[in-house]
Structures are given as structure tokens and as C-alpha cells.
């Protein structure tokens, strides 16, 4: 990590600081799980007022430390099963966290501050539960609340605060993998007005299939108070992790039905898997074309190939280290008793650092453009031996990345009363900045081959063809001893800002409205500093920054009636502004133009039951990022005229569906958490691509979760016996790719049981998870023509000691 220099950093805090909704007496406060339908409550996420859900206009989902606790998981990952609509992004190369809300891409906050990610990068970090209480999840843009963001919507993490109440726990967590954590959270009053709290933890896991895991991570934070009109929080938040990187998991092989009159891998022999009749392609004899054939199996071409424990994992790949540090003050003042102002202020710095396989393709058959199995994709064949699992085509890239970022966000909140309507009126403003420094180098096995305007080989890759993917023969040696090439190299700074206005109103507890505007100002600059000219002759020297900006209106539009205290229902409609991405290239696109934006249509019903015991949201949804760039076909560079445009920006990516989300704590036994979603998420981008209106790679149409606790009273013990039982079911979710012949390719579908049991007396609980009980082999996350295999049965058992 690079130094930092706190003095200056802290003077620069001290005009800073956070929210903290004003507590109204009259206002309903439903909680969810152990204290029964938690409602956002302070500065809620959807609006940042006072408002329950039931008077929300807007789809959010809350999962409360209870619920978190019960499935004793410890990253946001793991989470996703709580959440309709919140999926694992497909092709994300298993770096960090990269979830979609309703196929789109999600911004992630804590307590609405930026945690990283999102907006098109590629090097994420890990978020840990360590240190949050709960996570909020609001779906659709919220541009004017939380400045420059995801279109799919906001995943806040609430993050714990210090306490006037001392409360300390040490936790210990042991499971196999060699797995094993340590952890303390201790927090009280040092004086009457100053609390602190502390909270860090070491874990460290050899990781299923060796995808390792080393973390420690700590975060203190002071709050003091002056009197009961104003506060002031600094926090400090310092994670140092490396996590195994499996970027391709079990590859899907490259088998094209099509080529073959439409027969799938299963039915073929060799006689159907015909030379190139112009001899252009790899020729191969009969009885290598039987071999080729005798290799394939039923699914070839459709879903991954499974290895088993196994994995394309080389040697030479590192580990994502990841540092961070966040420093944030946050200040809380009530100039009137109905006049309140939130501040915040954020710096936040990210580096990475890892080296990722993102190439190793098994090519069975394939007629491209006419031509059968060309090289580089086609079967391998050395010396007339042909390997029939081979991978090719390899690439490794280095990245070293460093990302820094302010944020300052105000809000001030007026509540006041006419004619018996009580109104709050919100006016906010809100700066970023971001700074990314990336660069990366690449190394190739053999079919990479460039050649100068001569036709001359200037270079070739280096690596040694993978002649086994389920058994690699592994390279030698370091990554810098096969001549790397600088493939990127720049520095991207993106700058936004804006003021908005909001409007809610509560009319006679029957009608809740809400008006929300907000101006938005996103400027982006680039600045190419130079990569290897035999990569990119054209493009290899540093050129001058561009720049490109875009401004205008956002806005949130929603309505909620209540005909019964237990029943609601609630339209909104929503627009975004969001960067394209905030790490590529604007070059060519200097003139400002319109940057991304999203879209959001909600109709919905909440109801209660059982004395507010149970809370249930069912919401019909149309969300959409549009804007989205795609090239002209008409374009060539150096040859079109000025007039013929590079790129349009009329793409978009659009996705549809219903949403169920239901927490109950029935009485002093039953609790229950439901939640299921059907979703069409469609890539609407490029017309002219072959992808166009096809099905978003990764998102799966249906997902469904339960989680269900039972507290007996069994042995006669002094406190209930909780088990809990969870079932998460997942659709099919495509990796289809025209571009490498295999359109139809798909990770199945699947569906995972765990349990657990737990005991707490009354400073002492013993918490043992047994995850995928049944041992069900399934595929976690959809990767870049593959997937990612799920954990086999595994067990964690938890001990933690509270005073």
C-alpha cells in the first residue's frame, strides 16, 4: 500500500460526515427475523427518509445480522441466496465480487458510500461480513441519492458503530480445507460522550480445488457525542487479502453441432468429422478423426467438461492480492428539531495485484467462416499426434492496479406538516472522484503470432501447449521467462457530480408519493501511457488525454396506497446516469456525448400478517441499461470519412421479470426466509451481432432460496437447540458464443441443501454448518465458456465467547 499522509488526510475530514434519520415516536417500525420484519428505519436506502417498507416506493430486500449469523456465512458471495433478483454476474474470471441485480451490473456501499467495483471493472475486491450488521439491497437506479452507479441497483453494507454499551466477542471458526478464523469485536464507552469500537479478524483456507484464501482485515471506529443534536463518527477500515484466481473452472469444449448437419457430440463418428475439403484447415487421418470422435462425450459443446477436483489452475497464476484502506468521518446535526443535515466524507485506495489465466480453449470441431478446424482452432496435432484435450490458444495477464477515490455526499431533510400531510423534503449533493492507474502484461503459447506490414513474425508466444487439460503439463519457471508484452497501460479518472431534490409526502396514512430530481454532471478522462509496439504497433506510443462528458436529469417517481395497515401497493419509475465504464478508452469519442443510463418500472404489493410477524414484497419489474455503445459496421479506421460515426449508442441490455421475497418469525419456533425470481434478461446491444436479443450470459431465469429455523427444546437444556435447513435452487444460466462455436453453451441447472445447528447459552455459542448435504455436484458461477464447480459436503463449526 502505498503511505499515506493521515495528518493532512484528517484535517481534510473535519468538514465531513454520515446520516441519521430523525426518530419519530409515530413512525411503524416492523423488524424482520428474530425481531420480525426490519424496516429501513434511519436514512433508509430506497429514499433516505423515514419510511417503512410498507410505505416504500421501491423494491428493497433486507438481510439482517440474525439471518446472516444462522447461515454462518462470511462474504457478501454467499449472501446472493437471501436476495431475489441478486444472481452471480457470468464471466466475472472469479475475481472479488461481481453479482448483478436483474442481470445488471450492482454499485456497492457502505452505509451508501463506495466499497469498490462495479461500472465495468475487472479487478474487484472480496467483501467480508466482518464488520456488517446487515445489507440492504435496493433495485433500479438511484443516481440523485447515491451519485454515479450501477444500473442494476445499490447493495449497501451496514456497517457496525460503536457502542455506549460494552460488548465484547471473541469467535473462533475451524472447517475443513484447513480452514480457520479468528476474530474479536469488542466495543463500550470510554467517556460519556466517546465510544470506540474494534473489530479484526485472521482466516486463512487451503480452499476447495486449492483456490486459497488468506485474510486479515481490521476496522476501528471513535463516535462522539456532543449532546442530542449533534454526533461525529471516524472510521478506519484496513483489509489485506489474496485469494486463488480460477478464471475459466471446467471449460465447456468447443464442439459446433451445427458443422456436423446438426448431431450432437454423443452421435457422431469419425467418418462425420470431415477434413476441409480445400485441404485449409487442420487435415487429420481417419483414424485420428475417430479418435477425436471416441474423445467427445454426450454434452460436448453444451455444458463444461467436468475434471472433478480438478482445474486448468497453472502454477503461474498469483493469487489476487488485494490491500484497502478506507477512511471515513461522518457527522450527524439537527439545526432544529425538524431540520436535520448529513454529512459524509470517504477516501478510499485499492491496489491489486494478480496473474490470470483467461485462455486454455479445447477445440474438438468447428467450420468457421467456411473453413474447418483453421488454425489456431482446431484440434492440435504435433508431429502427427493428435491431442484430443489439448488446450490452446492460452493467455496469461498480469495486472497490477491501483484505484484511489474521494467521495463527499450532504444531505439536509426538513420534515413538516400542512393541512394534516406530513411531508420531508430532501435536498442532497454529491462529489466523486476516481483515479485508476492499470497495467497489464500478457504472455501466449504458440498461436499467438504477430507479424510487421512485411509479413515478417515479430513475435510468438512462448508457453508450452496444455497437451492434457485433465492432466496439464505445466510450464516452467516464472512468468517474466516467456517474454510478456504490455498490453495496457493508462490512467483513467472519472469525475461526477450533482444536486437533487426530493419530495415525499404521507397522506393520511393511505398514500405515500414521492418526487425525486436530481442534475448529474460525468466527466471522463484517459490517457494512453504506451504498451509493447510489437503487441500494437499502431498504438503503441503514449498520446495525449481525452476526454469526454455528459450532464442532465435523473429522477425516481413513485406511489404507494395502503387500503389496510397490513396491505400496500406501489408503483415507481426511475431513471439513472451512470459511466459506461470506468475503465475503458474514450479515445474516439472525445466529443461529449451520452454516457450510459438505466431504467426502472415497478409494480408492487407488500403485505403483513401475524402481528407484523411476517412481511412479504410480490414486484413485477422492467429495468434497463441503454446508451450502451456498440460499433459501426461501416466504420474503418483511416479510410472512412469524418462524417461516418465510429461507434452508436443506442444498445441496451434489458431485463424483465417477477419478484417474491417473504421473511416470517412466526411465533418463538418458526422463522422462515423465501424468495424466488423469474427473470428474462436480454442483450440488446449490438443489432448487427449474432448475440443480439439473446439471453445475458450467466443469469439463469429462475432462481428460488428458502431458509428455515426451528428452535427446540430438546435434552432439557437451559436454552432452545436451533437447527436450520436451507435449499437454494438455480436454473441454467448461458455461456453461449457464437464467436468460438458453441451458441447453445449452458452451465446446468441445480439445486444445493445445508444445515446447520446451533446452541447459545448465555455468553458461549457452538455453531456447526453442514453445507451441500447431499453432495449434489453443481456449478457455482457461470464463467467465460465454462463454469465454476460448487463446494463438495463440507462442515464449519463456529465457537464464540461474548462478555
Given at each position: ?91 466475472n ?5 461481481n ?86 469485536d ?16 485472521s ?113 503461474m ?16 446535526i ?5 431540520l ?13 495485484s ?27 496435432v504435433?508431429?502427427?499426434t ?38 420531508e ?7 466523486e ?10 504472455i ?21 501447449y ?105 408503483i ?116 448487427h451481432?449474432?448475440s ?112
Amino acid at each position: 500500500m502505498n503511505s499515506f499522509n493521515y495528518s493532512l488526510l484528517s484535517i481534510a475530514c473535519l468538514s465531513a460526515l454520515s446520516a441519521h434519520a430523525n426518530d419519530h415516536s409515530d413512525i411503524e417500525r416492523i423488524t424482520v427475523y428474530d425481531k420480525q420484519n426490519r424496516v429501513v428505519l434511519e436514512s433508509g436506502l430506497a429514499t433516505k427518509s423515514n419510511m417503512t417498507l410498507m410505505e416504500t416506493p421501491a423494491p428493497v430486500v433486507i438481510i439482517d445480522r440474525d439471518l446472516i449469523n444462522s447461515q454462518g456465512v462470511s462474504n457478501l458471495q454467499d449472501l446472493v441466496r437471501n436476495v431475489s433478483g441478486l444472481t452471480q454476474a457470468g464471466n466475472n474470471y472469479g475475481i472479488g465480487d461481481n453479482l448483478v441485480v436483474r442481470g445488471l451490473g450492482a454499485n456497492y456501499t457502505y452505509d451508501g458510500m463506495y466499497g469498490g467495483a462495479g461500472l465495468g471493472n475487472t479487478f474487484n475486491p472480496t467483501r467480508s461480513l466482518t464488520n456488517v450488521e446487515s445489507v440492504e439491497v435496493l433495485k433500479g437506479p438511484a443516481t440523485g441519492l447515491y451519485g454515479m452507479g450501477s444500473a442494476g441497483g445499490v447493495i449497501n453494507l451496514i456497517e457496525k458503530k460503536p457502542q455506549f454499551n460494552a460488548q465484547h466477542t471473541v469467535a473462533a471458526k475451524v472447517g475443513q480445507w484447513n480452514s480457520y478464523s479468528l476474530a474479536i469485536d469488542s466495543t463500550a464507552a470510554i467517556t460519556e460522550q466517546l465510544a470506540y469500537r474494534i473489530n479484526a479478524k485472521s482466516a486463512r483456507s487451503d480452499g476447495y480445488r486449492d483456490l486459497k484464501d488468506d485474510r486479515d482485515e481490521v476496522y476501528a471506529a471513535l463516535k462522539y457525542v456532543f449532546n442530542d443534536q449533534q454526533d461525529l463518527m471516524l472510521s478506519a477500515a484496513y483489509i489485506d487479502d489474496a485469494i486463488a484466481v480460477d478464471s475459466i473452472g471446467h471449460p465447456i469444449r468447443i464442439y459446433n453441432a451445427a458443422s456436423v448437419g446438426g448431431k450432437t457430440a454423443g452421435d457422431v463418428s469419425g467418418v462425420d468429422l470431415l477434413n476441409d475439403p480445400n485441404g485449409a484447415g487442420v487435415q487429420l487421418s481417419d483414424a485420428q478423426r475417430q479418435q477425436l470422435a471416441d474423445s467427445l462425450s454426450a454434452n460436448d459443446g453444451l455444458t463444461p467438461y467436468h475434471f472433478g477436483h480438478r482445474g486448468i489452475i497453472s502454477p503461474m497464476a498469483k493469487d489476487n492480492e488485494g490491500e484497502e484502506l478506507r477512511l471515513k468521518l461522518t457527522h450527524n446535526i439537527y439545526i432544529t428539531d425538524d431540520l436535520l443535515l448529513n454529512q459524509q466524507l470517504q477516501y478510499r485506495n485499492y491496489e491489486s495485484s494478480f496473474a490470470r489465466q483467461t485462455g486454455a480453449y479445447n477445440y474438438v470441431y468447428w467450420n468457421r467462416n467456411g473453413v474447418i478446424n483453421a488454425d489456431p482452432r482446431a484440434p492440435l496435432v504435433i508431429d502427427d499426434t493428435l491431442y484430443p484435450f489439448a488446450a490452446r490458444r492460452q493467455e496469461y495477464r498480469q495486472v497490477e492496479a491501483d484505484e484511489k477515490s474521494w467521495q463527499y455526499f450532504a444531505d439536509l431533510r426538513y420534515n413538516f406538516t400542512i393541512n394534516d400531510i406530513d411531508n420531508e423534503l430532501l435536498v442532497n449533493a454529491n462529489y466523486e472522484d476516481r483515479d485508476i492507474r492499470l497495467s497489464q502484461y500478457s504472455i501466449f503459447d504458440a498461436d499467438k503470432i504477430i507479424k510487421n506490414k512485411q509479413g515478417e513474425v515479430i513475435y510468438q508466444g512462448q508457453l508450452p501447449y496444455i497437451l492434457d487439460m485433465r492432466n496439464p503439463n505445466w510450464g516452467t519457471g516464472d512468468f517474466h521467462d516467456y517474454d510478456p508484452l504490455q498490453t495496457s497501460n493508462y490512467n483513467k479518472k472519472v469525475r461526477a457530480g450533482g444536486v437533487g431534490l426530493q419530495h415525499v409526502a404521507y397522506i393520511h396514512n393511505t398514500f405515500t408519493t414521492r418526487i425525486g430530481l436530481a442534475y448529474n454532471h460525468i466527466k471522463q478522462s484517459y490517457e494512453h501511457l504506451g504498451v509493447d509496439p510489437r503487441y500494437r504497433a499502431s498504438a503503441a506510443a503514449p498520446t495525449p488525454e481525452a476526454n469526454t462528458s455528459d450532464s442532465g436529469l435523473t429522477y425516481n417517481l413513485g406511489a404507494t396506497y395502503r387500503p389496510t395497515d397490513d396491505l400496500s401497493f406501489f408503483i415507481n419509475h426511475a431513471k439513472g446516469r451512470t459511466a459506461y465504464s470506468v475503465l475503458g478508452s474514450v479515445a474516439g469519442n472525445e466529443a461529449d456525448r451520452d454516457d450510459a443510463e438505466s431504467i426502472s418500472n415497478d409494480i408492487g404489493m407488500r403485505f403483513k400478517a401475524f402481528d407484523d410477524q411476517l412481511l412479504a414484497s410480490l414486484i413485477l419489474f422492467d429495468t434497463a441499461r441503454t446508451n450502451l455503445e456498440y460499433a459501426n459496421p461501416d466504420y474503418e479506421a483511416g479510410v472512412s470519412a469524418p462524417s461516418v460515426p465510429k461507434s452508436y449508442y443506442n444498445g441496451e441490455e434489458q431485463t424483465t421479470g417477477v419478484e417474491l421475497d417473504l421473511n416470517a418469525d412466526l411465533n418463538a419456533r418458526w422463522k422462515i426466509n423465501l424468495n424466488a425470481v423469474y427473470q428474462d434478461a436480454r442483450d440488446k446491444k449490438n443489432p448487427h451481432a449474432t448475440s443480439f436479443d439473446t439471453r445475458q450470459k450467466g443469469v439463469p431465469y429462475v432462481t428460488a432460496s428458502t431458509w428455515l429455523t426451528y428452535s427446540a427444546d430438546w435434552f432439557k437444556l437451559a436454552s432452545p437447540l436451533n437447527l436450520s435447513a436451507g435449499v437454494q435452487y438455480v436454473d441454467d444460466r448461458s455461456t453461449n458464443s457464437t464467436s468460438f462455436g458453441i451458441p447453445d453453451g449452458y452451465v446446468p441447472s441445480y439445486t444445493v441443501y445445508d444445515a446447520v445447528l446451533a446452541y447459545q447459552a448465555e455468553q458461549w455459542q457452538v455453531q456447526l454448518n453442514l453445507n451441500n448435504v447431499f453432495n449434489k455436484k453443481y456449478y457455482s458461477k457461470a464463467m467465460y465458456l465454462g463454469g465454476m464447480p460448487g463446494e463438495e459436503r463440507n462442515a464449519e463449526l463456529t465457537f464464540s465467547y461474548s462478555l
